[in-house]
């Protein structure tokens, strides 16, 4: 069986999410390299699933569906529709993670999980992979809070 192509997720892609989403694309890119998931593929966990690159939980799936019309077919299949789910989710999350005494990066880490032990887990994940890319200088500027 011949499969369509998938779609790769692009820098423009990511900005773009970004926008509609209004969502920092660094915050999506740094997601989206923790997590690091499948296009296609969902991984089951203890009573859901995480599915697609930004590893979506399928928790969500519901309120995706009713809030922005994301089919579960667009967040499993689709790299974008995945993005977009995950931008808005993190939205959502920074909303009431902007309001904690947080930095950025454990604001962003709010996106897997509230709870201290597994969000401080996230949020050194988080900061491994900024490491990659940011310089020292641009890098102590999101620790402020």
Same mark, same amino acid.
């Given at each position: &069986?011949?499969?369509?192509?998938?779609?790769?997720?692009?820098?423009?892609?990511?900005?773009?999410?970004?926008?509609?989403? $209004?969502?920092?694309?660094?915050?999506? #890119?740094? !997601?989206? $390299?923790?997590?690091?998931?499948?296009?296609?593929?969902? %991984?089951?966990?203890?009573?859901?699933?995480?599915?697609?690159?930004?590893?979506?939980?399928? &928790?969500?799936?519901?309120? @995706?569906?009713?809030?922005?019309?994301?089919?579960?077919?667009? !967040? %499993?299949?689709?790299?974008?529709?995945?993005? *977009?789910?995950?931008?808005? !989710? @993190?939205?959502?999350? *920074?909303?009431?993670?902007?309001?904690?005494? #947080?930095?950025?990066?454990?604001?962003?880490?709010?996106?897997?999980?509230?709870?201290?032990?597994?969000?401080?887990? #996230?949020?050194?994940?988080?900061?491994?992979?900024?490491? @990659? !890319? *940011?310089?020292?200088? $641009?890098?102590?500027?999101?620790? %402020?809070?």
């Amino acid at each position: &069986m011949d499969l369509p192509p998938v779609e790769p997720i692009t820098y423009q892609m990511l900005e773009e999410v970004s926008q509609i989403t $209004q969502t920092p694309v660094l915050g999506l #890119y740094l !997601i989206l $390299q923790v997590e690091g998931g499948t296009t296609g593929e969902c %991984v089951p966990r203890k009573y859901n699933s995480d599915c697609g690159p930004f590893q979506v939980n399928t &928790m969500h799936f519901d309120e @995706l569906h009713s809030e922005f019309g994301l089919t579960r077919h667009n !967040i %499993v299949s689709s790299t974008k529709g995945n993005a *977009l789910a995950a931008g808005a !989710i @993190l939205n959502r999350k *920074l909303k009431i993670c902007i309001k904690r005494n #947080y930095d950025w990066f454990g604001r962003i880490a709010c996106y897997h999980n509230f709870n201290a032990p597994h969000r401080d887990r #996230y949020r050194k994940r988080l900061i491994e992979h900024a490491k @990659l !890319i *940011l310089t020292d200088e $641009q890098l102590a500027r999101y620790f %402020v809070k």
